[in-house]
């Protein structure tokens, strides 16, 4: 790995490098394994996350050493760079039609992809529902029994390479349409009510307490969420302008797999 990482940041450096074979030969490596998560964008690294960026080197110096070329599935015709994923059954995922993954992206036995979208670079951890027509950018990463609803938008990031990607951690529920983007952190097992949208720069207020506490880019865990609104004054006058209100927890007592519909329920809010 240690061979690895030095090829591709020595070509990252040096542009004259990327045409060479051993280059060539790297990127297609780290391309390979981060399609078996042997290797992966970011990862844990005890109460924080660390971001591999030379791994997110290796994803960008891999698209203009692709050629073009025409990709068939039956009846339905292509024509990208990166091929498909495929051999679901042999990695125990569930695909329905028309879901797709690109090559590149890791996803874990045990997903199920209803039609939807997962980029290069993703990595979806076991257990986790990819609801219709969800969208899982580049690099993001998902855990372990998330569900994401139909029409979530994860976004993705590749440049700056030091950028940390959208990070959901397990046992996450996030509700129809929410949309999570620009490195955006949501804490362990916190639920999202429907069209909840969580950028850097949203502001992120939690009011259970006698006194707001505001978070910017991060979800604490066990965080129930809803879309809100505050006042800002602007040249024109005072408009309300988005924001996510953090208006519970989920409960202890609670059993985890029912508790991802329940805990919005719980507190009078829409899934």
């Keep these: ?32 394994l981060l399609d078996k998560g042997k290797v992966r964008v970011a990862e844990p690294f005890g109460d924080s996350w ?57 996803i874990s036995p045990g997903v199920i992809l209803m039609p939807s979208y997962v980029n290069i670079g993703a990595w979806i951890g076991p257990g986790t529902m990819v609801d219709t027509w969800a969208t899982v950018g580049s ?15 994860i976004g993705g990031v590749l440049e700056p390479v030091q950028a940390a990607p959208v990070i959901v951690e397990d046992g996450c529920f996030l509700g129809s349409r929410c949309i999570v983007v620009e490195g955006a952190h949501i ?17 992120i207020i939690d009011v259970t307490g006698k006194s707001p506490v505001e978070y910017k880019g991060f979800i604490p865990p066990r965080s129930v969420v809803i879309p809100g609104s505050y006042p800002k004054k ?38």
């Design 234 to 271: 602007f040249p024109a006058g005072e408009y309300y302008v988005p924001c996510a209100l953090i208006i519970g927890q989920r409960k202890p007592a609670t059993d985890l797999k029912t508790s991802l519909n329940n805990a919005l329920r719980e507190f009078g809010v829409a899934v």
């Design 50 to 106: 660390h971001v591999n960026d030379w791994v997110k080197k290796a994803v960008l110096l891999y698209f203009p050493q692709q050629i073009m070329q025409t990709i068939t599935c039956g009846p339905l015709e292509f024509h990208d760079k990166i091929p498909l994923k495929s051999d679901y059954a042999a990695q125990g995922v569930r695909v329905v039609p028309h879901a797709i993954a690109r090559y590149g992206a890791f």
């Design 187 to 203: 804490g362990r097992e916190a639920v999202l009510g429907a069209n909840v949208v969580i950028t850097a720069s949203t502001h």
């Design 139 to 153: 690099c993001a990463q998902i855990g372990a029994g998330v569900h994401l609803s139909g029409g979530v938008g």
């Design 1 to 32: 790995m240690h061979n690895l990482k030095s090829t591709i940041e020595n070509a990252w450096d040096d542009p004259h490098q990327r045409s060479e074979p051993v280059t060539r030969e790297a990127v297609n490596e780290v391309i390979c």
